[in-house]
């Protein structure tokens, strides 16, 4: 006998309505809509603090068909409030995986909702831009859902950086290594980290409201300035935190919400974007050396491409090359550069990786 799945129901704030079946953990979530196009490493994708307060669409027909793993993370739990698929998958393949996806989200406690046209679904936010979303399988009183919806704060202007921060401070790496970096943690990714661990670093990982004091402390030869989630614009603490690094004129490297603070270091304004980037083949190109790049990206807010080349003391060295949008800079007169897209490439290809080299011969020189 074949199982009827229980109804599930999203409403976005625009009104728009998507039916399909439930999956996952059973109740309600909430957050701002956005869409993956990567085909694979779902599993990366939902651990990526970047993503903490988003509903994920995730592009592929089929999620889930190489089950989960526990090595296939990138921090220490799911951050998406909840998931949209065309077909999420309770069989998978891989024979090293620990389970399958079904268990995983029951066990995150993530709402999910399938069975849904992710093509019109997508082609319907790329039209209207990014707004937030309700995800039920609880209850289909729209009514009900239009008011709990209502009461969603907006991306924009929200700080969320410091409610996924490591609470305490760690390290990893050799303690006797000559490279030793501060990073701060605004929502790091683990493989960040073992990019720079891997390259001789001795790094030790700072709560998002650390104080340049504390940072120098460890006596870092370099700082590197993370990736995260929420609006950099809301987070004058960083902003300021990060300023005074650059007095230092030590080696600095930002990569995604960490290029978007340098940019406001440098009185550089940010913006949400229409609909953002995430996904793991935007081409970017390397002005600086002519090579393009095919890059990871997740993210919702950009730096004002306007401003930056206005800057006197601001070098654009990356551009998108889909929409022309600003993916890294670095400074004229200091040792500090940064980048939108994220080369630590989990998942993705593996191209931007070198600018991790480019960090470690900074702090060599």
């Not at 694979?40 to 307060?53: A, L, R």
């Not at 089929?62 to 990138?74: A, L, P, S």
């Not at 069975?115 to 790329?126: C, K, P, Y």
């Not at 600003?326 to 004229?332: P, V």
């Amino acid at each position: 006998m074949i199982q009827t799945k229980q109804p599930a129901i999203l409403l976005l704030a625009d009104g728009i309505v998507f039916k399909g079946q439930a999956f996952g953990y059973k109740g309600i979530a909430t957050g701002e809509i956005c869409f993956n196009t990567g085909m694979t490493g779902y599993q990366e994708v939902f651990t990526d603090p970047s993503y903490t307060g988003q509903i994920l669409i995730m592009n592929n027909v089929h999620i889930g068909n190489y089950g989960v793993k526990d090595t296939d993370v990138e921090s220490g739990s799911v951050k998406i409030r909840g998931l949209i698929g065309r077909n999420l998958e309770e069989q998978f393949s891989r024979i090293q995986a620990t389970g399958n996806l079904q268990e995983y989200l029951v066990e995150n406690k993530i709402v999910a909702i399938e069975g849904v046209d992710t093509r019109a679904l997508v082609a319907h936010i790329r039209t209207k831009g990014a707004m937030n979303c309700i995800i039920s399988t609880d209850t289909q009183d729209m009514e009900e859902l239009k008011k709990q919806l209502a009461n969603v704060p907006d991306m924009d202007g929200l700080e969320l950086a410091s409610t996924v921060s490591t609470e305490e401070e760690y390290e990893m790496g050799d303690v006797n290594a000559p490279l030793k970096v501060a990073v701060l943690d605004f929502g790091v990714k683990k493989h960040i980290l073992q990019c720079l661990v891997s390259r001789g670093a001795h790094i030790r990982v700072h709560p998002a409201k650390t104080t340049l004091s504390r940072l120098k402390e460890f006596n870092p030869s370099g700082y590197f300035i993370s990736n995260g989630p929420g609006d950099p614009a809301a987070m004058p603490y960083a902003v300021e935190t990060l300023k005074a690094i650059l007095q230092e004129n030590k080696p600095v490297f930002g990569i995604c919400l960490g290029h978007q603070l340098l940019a406001l270091a440098n009185d550089i304004p940010t913006f949400k974007m229409h609909h953002g980037h995430r996904g793991l083949n935007h081409p970017v190109k390397n002005i600086i050396t002519g090579q393009c790049e095919i890059t990871t990206q997740n993210h919702g807010f950009g730096v004002d491409p306007e401003a930056v080349r206005k800057h006197p003391n601001v070098e654009v060295t990356h551009l998108n090359l889909n929409d022309d949008s600003i993916e890294g800079i670095r400074l004229k007169d200091r040792p500090a550069f940064s980048v939108q897209y994220h080369p630590e490439s989990t998942p993705g290809p593996h191209d931007s990786r070198y600018l991790f080299d480019n960090f470690v011969g900074m702090m060599t020189a």
